[in-house]
């Protein structure tokens, strides 16, 4: 199992703490949305490390006796990101990266907000994600930028005394102040340009499926059948560093429709990240069918059914062809098939497992069914 190290994957250490009044349920079901994310990224997670505490520790987070543990696992298997399940303070990650850095000099330490972020960046592909991206990112960043320079006055304290450690983070403030409000302005610029884009991608005349839905539902398991992309298991770890289209050549419509797999919806999505996701999701979402992926198995699933459909409703200026795909029915054995058949007639609900095979045939029927009636008209030669 070492072709991992030839693909020169991040290996990633992940860290949850769990609260006395969280139970070890939820905390599973949290790590492996996390799983899911940090696969998402490009990166496998190697080591997980969990643990019990009333709060997190004020200097490092983990503490020091878990600073120790990790810092071995570090060394053992070769890890090269620490990310904490957490929205964790700027001078925590930075004495945590001084304890581990002595087994790896090139340690990265992240957060939860600094994972999300990385993944927004891999998948940006417009000016203006890519921006909404850049001005999430800075001001995540800001207070941390400001906390090295305190250290560094701090250090330099000898010989300036206080005011030049002062003078120096007030200049660095304003630095960021001012670079921040550049990408904004920028930002607002390309806003009125947004569509055209889009447009012009229809104008090629592929057709375009867009795979949504929370992450960890299984889309890219469904994309991975659909695109025959990721045929062996071991290739798992490829999929996600690959591109995120491929196509499949449906014989009824007699031609190749483009299918794309999306970053996914995360829970507890930090508030200073909504924007940057949204533009990431309004490329892809501008597709002629969406296939909204709902995971049967999960007892969110109503509560994610409804977010999802929220977020869709606001960044898309008119109601949007869409199948309910409810996957992974291998697990989620008494689902009312009926009900939902009935609550969700409009969205042509499926039941698939991309797992067993089951429901792919009948999904590629609705699918083929769905862009006849409602995608294709536009489309140069197809009556
Ligand atoms: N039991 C079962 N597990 C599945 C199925 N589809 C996906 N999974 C698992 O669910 C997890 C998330 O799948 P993935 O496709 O990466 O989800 P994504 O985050 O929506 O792209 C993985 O561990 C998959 O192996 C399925 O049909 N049945
Ligand atoms: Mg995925």
Redesign the pocket.
């Known amino acids: 199992m070492d072709y991992t190290d030839a693909m020169k994957l991040n290996r990633f250490i992940l860290v949850h703490l769990v609260r006395p009044f969280e139970n070890m349920e939820t905390a599973e079901l949290d790590l492996?949305e996390m799983?899911?994310l940090i696969?998402?990224s490009g990166g496998a997670t190697v080591v997980r490390v969990i643990q019990r505490r009333m709060r997190p520790d004020s200097a490092t987070y983990v503490g020091s006796g878990k600073a120790q543990e990790i810092t071995q696992f570090i060394k053992d298997e070769r890890i090269n990101v620490i990310v904490i399940n957490d929205i964790v303070k700027p001078g925590a990650l930075f004495n945590l990266q001084k304890i581990v850095q002595t087994v790896n000099p090139d340690i990265e330490v992240w957060d939860r907000v600094d994972l999300i972020l990385d993944i927004f960046q891999k998948h940006a592909l417009t000016a203006e994600a890519k921006l909404q991206i850049e001005l999430a990112n800075m001001r995540h960043m800001g207070p941390r930028i400001f906390g090295m320079g305190l250290v560094l006055s701090r250090q330099t304290g000898g010989i300036g005394g206080r005011g030049i450690g002062e003078t120096n983070t007030e200049l660095m403030k304003r630095h960021w102040r001012k670079q921040t409000a550049y990408v904004q302005e920028k930002l607002e610029k390309l806003r009125a340009g947004r569509m055209s884009q889009i447009e012009r991608r229809k104008e090629n005349g592929i057709p375009t499926v867009s795979i949504v839905?929370?992450?960890?539902?299984?889309?890219?398991?469904?994309?991975?059948l659909l695109t025959s992309k990721n045929k062996t298991t071991e290739n798992i770890l490829f999929a996600t560093l690959d591109t995120t289209s491929g196509s499949l050549y449906m014989s009824k419509l007699g031609k190749k429709i483009l299918f794309t797999?999306t970053i996914?919806f995360i829970q507890k999505l930090p508030p200073e990240l909504i924007d940057a996701f949204k533009s990431t999701l309004i490329e892809s979402i501008h597709a002629d069918l969406l296939l909204h992926?709902i995971?049967a198995?999960d007892p969110k699933m109503y509560d994610k059914i409804r977010t999802v459909q929220g977020i869709l409703a606001s960044l898309l200026p008119k109601p949007k062809p869409m199948i309910f795909v409810f996957?992974?029915?291998?697990?989620a054995p008494d689902l009312n098939r009926a009900a939902l058949e009935k609550s969700y007639a409009q969205y042509a609900p499926q039941f698939?497992?991309?797992?067993?095979g089951e429901g792919i045939k009948n999904l590629v029927g609705a699918i083929e069914e769905r862009l006849r009636t409602y995608a294709l008209r536009y489309t140069p030669g197809v009556e």
């Open positions: 492996v799983r899911s696969e998402t839905g929370y992450t960890n539902a299984g889309k890219s398991a469904l994309f991975n797999d996914g992926v995971d198995s996957s992974k029915i291998d697990k698939v497992s991309p797992l067993s």
